[in-house]
Antibody, heavy 119, light 106 residues
Framework: QVTLRESGPALVKPTQTLTLTCTFSGFSLSTSGMCVTWIRQPPGKALEWLALIDWDDDKYYSTSLKTRLTISKDTSKNQVVLTMTNMDPVDTATYSC???????????WGQGTMVTVSS | SYELTQPLSVSVALGQTARITCGGNNIGSENVHWYQQKPGQAPVLVIYRDSNRPSGIPERFSGSNSGNTATLTISRAQAGDEADYYCQVWDSSTVVFGGGTKVTVL
């Protein structure tokens, strides 16, 4: 059974750096074709894709956010970490990770973690 | 950058057919994926690569893609189909989501 779970702070202050961890099970990110991606959703708004890392350590970022994002993986721990710098209240959202394959769909999602940016 | 356009809302009578469109420039040449999201829940993949259903997704859900429009069709709509639906494509090594469509079953 494939599962993903997001963890991180529920509250961050403006200008701080957010660090989120996606811990997964049921698949290996060292397997060819496997990827993990991050998506966020502000309250009441649409899904927004953030970043993706693949089994070969290739990384892909949202064009509008790429200067603020870093994605990395620890294959031995089955974890993917996303950092987002210079947080702002508009970054308040539920942040989710999902399993993916390059060019394909996000077939399994975590439940997401709500992050509020406020002083 | 590539944009996907969805209607904000679609209403369908119980037992009837709902069609949710996703517009994009020559989207017919892309693989389109569809997600269902119910309030307070994570999105669920309902159609991948235009017209394929993951295991566990009812046959009532189908998809098509041609020209500048991809379509998710929900046949024999049920109350449990009320949700937000998002289309998604890959474009130049980035991912694009549509703005989402709220489906209401009357």
């Amino acid at each position: 059974q494939v599962t993903l779970r997001e963890s991180g702070p529920a509250l961050v202050k403006p200008t701080q750096t957010l660090t989120l961890t996606c811990t997964f099970s049921g698949f290996s990110l060292s397997t060819s074709g496997m990827c993990v991606t991050w998506i966020r959703q502000p309250p009441g708004k649409a899904l927004e894709w953030l970043a993706l890392i693949d089994w070969d350590d290739d990384k892909y970022y949202s064009t509008s956010l790429k200067t603020r994002l870093t994605i990395s993986k620890d294959t031995s721990k089955n974890q993917v970490v996303l950092t987002m710098t210079n947080m702002d209240p508009v970054d308040t959202a539920t942040y989710s990770c999902a399993r993916a394959s390059p060019g394909s769909a996000f077939d399994i999602w975590g439940q997401g973690t709500m992050v509020t940016v406020s002083s | 950058s590539y944009e996907l356009t969805q209607p904000l809302s679609v209403s369908v009578a119980l037992g009837q057919t709902a069609r949710i469109t996703c517009g994009g420039n020559n989207i017919g040449s892309e693989n389109v994926h569809w997600y269902q999201q119910k309030p307070g829940q994570a999105p669920v993949l309902v159609i991948y690569r235009d017209s394929n259903r993951p295991s566990g997704i009812p046959e009532r859900f189908s998809g098509s893609n041609s020209g500048n429009t991809a379509t998710l069709t929900i046949s024999r709509a049920q109350a449990g189909d009320e949700a937000d639906y998002y289309c998604q494509v890959w474009d130049s090594s980035t991912v694009v989501f549509g703005g989402g469509t709220k489906v209401t079953v009357l």
